[in-house]
């Protein structure tokens, strides 16, 4: 990593292990974007002090400075802007004007922070570039500060615009999605236009997720092409706006949704932007997906448990739904530990009223039918059987039937004088308060401190809607999206840092909050409610073109899930999961003895191979959405061994398929397939493995483990 500086043209070059990324100073004082590509060591090889032509109906007075780093709603300029401010003499134009720099180091990390003056009022702008020594990403976010003696009024804040090389073709990828079938992979051509992606329901998704891939042409896939990614950090509402202009130009921005948008900036205060995630790759989608898994692992996620291993993990909601008590949990786990699960995860149903989703949420205690001791019985039963205990809460939402409810109706999201949307017999909780966000937190360090929990699943099962907060005055009320999401991560935060050891799940429906703002501060997220095994390869590839492919826990249910009520064979069910963090959901009591000794062979045979899954390398051969099968590989960080998952979904006509040629691994090394066959690191990426699929959902999985003796 290199961050430099020519005072003299005053041009800022970025570097990270193999990308490069450049500005410059203009002639009128605004900072223009010159590159963002591959790595260039030479910083006046930018093309600095260049213009575009002049167009059409403009002069020089009139024509604006091309491709701003982060332009204002202001001035001559009509295109996506980053900031929109009412100054408190009903001013609405913004006019930024470049004022310094300052580097910051750290011991894995460096900072350029440029900063951009309003012309009239004392108003400043920080951009913060941030790239990471061994990684290929750059974090982007922006800082507006108000020393005006009134405050302002901020009605967009965006994290950064990105420029795209001009006059090229560019196809946009990016996810889209609902509950049930998230991360869908999306690919589109782009022409004059703006492509706005976005969510309003205060969620980071279902219905899209942000990240975008832009490539030439559309000619790049998993090897090879230039491709450019972006992926905001942030779980609420966002917007994403990919433009070609006029004049050919490519721009991202990306940042906070101003739909419903609003932050009073009083005098001396910052309102900071989240971090807008930037990756080149000259080598296909693959190699962007590697740099954006590769920062997670190194940097982004909480690091005391990033390389640790998931441990294979019991969720007991698909036996008995609400239907449970500690006799029946303890009976449950007994099957669990023998086919060698090492986490028993205790789901919905076990507190309050809890008899059904009508009651409960809210009265975060123990059921004094179901529990008559609490849950410590359970929990030390548990233990004594070798495996870990976790439990379920949905903290932001409430239900009316609930004492929480009946004491303080005033803390759930509403607008007075009108009916309450209720969803999932439900209200949600306005994590915009303090008062709320102190009780979650006090219930949670209780039933945390006070039990031997190690797995706590965070879920929330509806969007916002009423977001009104009329105990505040009417300048501030449109704070409450931004306030909601910043006091949720607060939370998490104070989870892991009080409780560093336990494993925090963020689930929301499924993946409706999917995002890098939750993924740093979680360890585990759910990807989707989906269980269907097929529809999971196309999650699993949308999924993994940005977030790392071990924070995912997939469940294994029963053959014929609510989904598709499609049937599938367990074996299938498991290898499907086992591409990632591997969770059982079956009904135990109901699992004939061949089903019990299946999953007991699979689990073993996964916690051999788990450590290459949840922290090799991913390559993704062959592709769902293409072709009837799958194929993906993970190759061990020392690329000593690999995991290759075969996956077929129906094949026809006595399909003959073609060799599977791996990636990834030395090639003059030996290695060994299955304890069988030995072939060469060249020979297993030119010539490939022989497979074969039969029928509908076949699947396969070879271990290649290189040859300690080699001859």
């Known amino acids: 990593m290199k961050i430099l500086i020519d005072d003299e043209k005053k041009i800022f070059l970025l570097q990270t292990e193999h990308t490069s990324y450049g500005m410059q100073v203009g002639r009128t004082g605004k900072l223009l974007h010159l590159y963002w590509g591959k790595r260039i060591d030479r910083i006046r090889d930018l093309p600095y002090d260049e213009q575009l032509v002049l167009y059409p109906f403009e002069d020089e007075e009139r024509k604006p400075e091309n491709n701003q780093e982060y332009t204002p709603s202001g001035g001559y300029y009509f295109d996506e802007s980053c900031l929109k401010i009412t100054y408190a003499d009903g001013c609405r134009d913004t006019k930024l004007f470049y004022e310094g720099y300052q580097l910051e180091k750290e011991k894995d990390s460096m900072s350029l922070r440029i900063t951009l003056k309003e012309v009239l009022y004392p108003v400043y702008v920080h951009l913060v570039y941030t ?10 976010s922006a800082v507006i500060e108000n020393l005006d003696t009134s405050p302002i009024q901020l009605e967009n804040a965006k994290s950064a615009s990105c420029y795209l090389p001009r006059g090229k073709k560019y196809r946009l990828s990016h996810m889209s999605g609902k509950w049930a079938g998230e991360h869908i992979l999306e690919r589109r051509m782009l022409t004059q236009s703006k492509v706005v992606l976005e969510t309003r329901n205060g969620e980071s998704g279902p219905d899209s997720c942000p990240w975008v891939a832009l490539d030439e042409n559309g ?20 917007r994403s706006i990919v433009e070609l202009d006029k004049l050919d130009q490519v721009r991202i921005t990306m940042g906070i949704n101003e739909f419903d948008f609003g932050w009073e900036l009083k005098s001396g205060e910052q309102f900071e932007t989240p971090v807008c995630s930037i990756v080149y790759s000259e080598n296909g989608f693959g190699e962007s997906s590697r740099r954006f898994h590769r920062y997670q692992r190194e940097w982004l996620i909480p690091q005391n448990k990033a390389k640790s291993i998931r441990k294979v993990m019991y969720n007991s909601w698909e036996v008995f739904g609400f239907d449970i008590d500690e006799g029946q949990q303890m009976k449950l786990a ?9 986490l028993f995860v205790m789901d919905d149903g076990w507190f309050g009223e809890r008899d059904n989703d009508k009651a409960g949420l809210g009265d975060w205690y123990p059921s004094k039918s179901k529990f008559p001791n609490g849950l410590k019985p359970l929990i030390d039963k548990v233990n004594q059987l070798g495996m870990e205990f976790g439990i379920w809460v949905e903290p932001e939402m409430v239900n009316p039937l609930s004492s929480l409810y009946r004491k303080h109706p005033e803390w759930v999201l509403h ?31 209780k039933l945390l401190s006070e039990n031997n929990i190690q797995y706590l699943k965070w879920d929330m099962n509806r969007h916002l809607c009423e977001v009104s907060w009329p105990e505040v005055p009417l300048a501030e009320q449109r704070e409450i999206w931004t306030r909601y999401v910043t006091n949720l991560w607060g939370i998490f935060d104070k989870i892991q840092k009080t409780f560093p050891d336990v494993i925090l799940e963020n689930c929301s429906s499924g993946g409706c909050r999917t995002d890098f703002g939750m993924l740093s501060r979680s360890d585990l997220v759910n990807t989707s409610d989906n269980v269907d095994p097929l529809d999971n390869l196309k999650i699993f590839e949308g999924f993994t073109q940005v977030f790392l492919p071990k924070l995912s826990g997939r469940v294994v249910t029963v053959n014929r899930n609510e989904i598709n009520m499609r049937s599938a064979p367990l074996s299938y069910r ?44 991913l390559y993704r051969l062959i592709s769902s959405y293409e ?3 799958m194929a993906v590989e993970y190759v061990k960080q020392d690329q000593t061994e690999a995991i290759l998952f075969l996956l077929g979904q129906s094949m026809q006509f006595r399909q003959i398929l ?41 699947s396969q999985v070879y271990r290649i483990i290189r040859m300690q003796n080699e001859r």
């Open 131 to 140: 790239v990471y020594e061994g990684l290929d990403v750059i974090d982007r």
């Open 219 to 238: 000619s790049a896939d998993e090897e090879k092409g230039r491709v450019w990614a972006a992926s905001l950090h942030w779980s609420g509402n966002w």
């Open 334 to 342: 007994e099957i669990a530990a023998d086919i060698g699960v090492e």
């Open 415 to 445: 607008c007075p004088g009108k009916e309450i949307t209720e969803k999932r017999n439900q209200y949600v909780l306005n994590f915009a308060r303090e008062d709320v966000v102190a009780f979650v937190w006090d219930f949670l360090y």
């Open 574 to 617: 498991l290898d499907v999961c086992m591409m990632q963090t591997l969770v059982i959901g079956n009904n135990l009591f109901l699992c004939t003895q061949q089903e019990l000794q299946l999953l007991r062979e699979k689990i073993t045979y996964y916690k051999e191979i788990r450590e290459v899954v949840q922290n090799g390398e």
């Open 627 to 629: 072709n009837p099968y």
């Open 658 to 698: 073609p060799r599977i040629r791996l990636k990834g691994l030395k090639e003059d090394w030996l290695y060994q397939i299955n304890e069988d066959k030995i072939i060469s690191g060249s020979g297993l990426e030119e010539i490939g493995i022989d497979i074969a699929l039969t029928g509908d959902m076949d």
